[in-house]
T-cell receptor, first 112, second 112 residues
Framework: EDQVTQSPEALRLQEGESSSLNCSYTVSGLRGLFWYRQDPGKGPEFLFTLYSAGEEKEKERLKATLTKKESFLHITAPKPEDSATYLCAVQDYGSGYSTLTFGKGTMLLVSP | DVKVTQSSRYLVKRTGEKVFLECVQDMDHENMFWYRQDPGLGLRLIYFSYDVKMKEKGDIPEGYSVSREKKERFSLILESASTNQTSMYLC???????????FGPGTRLTVT
């Protein structure tokens, strides 16, 4: 059974204070790892897909990296508007379909 | 841009009522999904569809059914709503296997 564990559950940063969110996963064969951002009361917004260990993707202040067991979402010099819940999900070759297994998310709060 | 729309943002229903939640995507995606999201439990897959008239059970299908008569539309049906079905319901679509899912804005359903 696929498993995704995100840590920490919640993170509070000061504006400009860089940090990283962790996503550890267990799958039989990783087809893809996905990062989403979710604002309160809204649907998740797609950020990145990573397919193989060593791959990196960047978007503004966010950078996602992937190893064989985990992914990191690095946030550089965050701003208050980066406050959101960040979700990680994996897709397993063994599932046969396009289903994702989601972690429970990291709630990020960036204070001015 | 991919757009996924859901029929209602907020819905209040009584116990025992039949409830229809509709989802429409405008990008000719093959796959469509219904999730529910609850605090502490994360996103859980209810049903998904990989083609018109095709459906597969997700992790928590009990008490729900689905319908996909047209490629762009995927409906979630609560045959007899119960209070434990009070939740945020999220629809998503994806182009195919290995591709990211795009989410709608969500429907906050309250069953009283």
């Amino acid at each position: 059974e696929d498993q995704v564990t995100q840590s920490p559950e919640a993170l509070r940063l000061q504006e400009g204070e860089s940090s990283s969110l962790n996503c550890s996963y267990t799958v039989s064969g990783l087809r893809g790892l996905f990062w989403y951002r979710q604002d309160p009361g809204k649907g998740p917004e797609f950020l990145f897909t990573l397919y193989s260990a060593g791959e990196e993707k960047e978007k503004e202040r966010l950078k996602a990296t992937l190893t064989k067991k985990e992914s990191f979402l690095h946030i550089t010099a965050p701003k208050p508007e980066d406050s959101a819940t960040y979700l990680c999900a994996v897709q397993d070759y063994g599932s046969g379909y396009s289903t994702l297994t989601f972690g429970k998310g990291t709630m990020l709060l960036v204070s001015p | 841009d991919v757009k996924v729309t859901q029929s209602s943002r907020y819905l209040v229903k009584r116990t025992g009522e039949k409830v229809f939640l509709e989802c429409v995507q405008d990008m000719d995606h093959e796959n469509m999904f219904w999730y529910r999201q609850d605090p502490g439990l994360g996103l859980r897959l209810i049903y998904f569809s990989y083609d018109v008239k095709m459906k597969e059970k997700g992790d928590i299908p009990e008490g729900y059914s689905v319908s996909r008569e047209k490629k762009e539309r995927f409906s979630l049906i609560l045959e007899s709503a119960s209070t434990n079905q009070t939740s945020m319901y999220l629809c998503a679509s994806s182009l195919g296997t290995g591709n990211e899912q795009y989410f709608g804005p969500g429907t906050r359903l309250t069953v009283t």
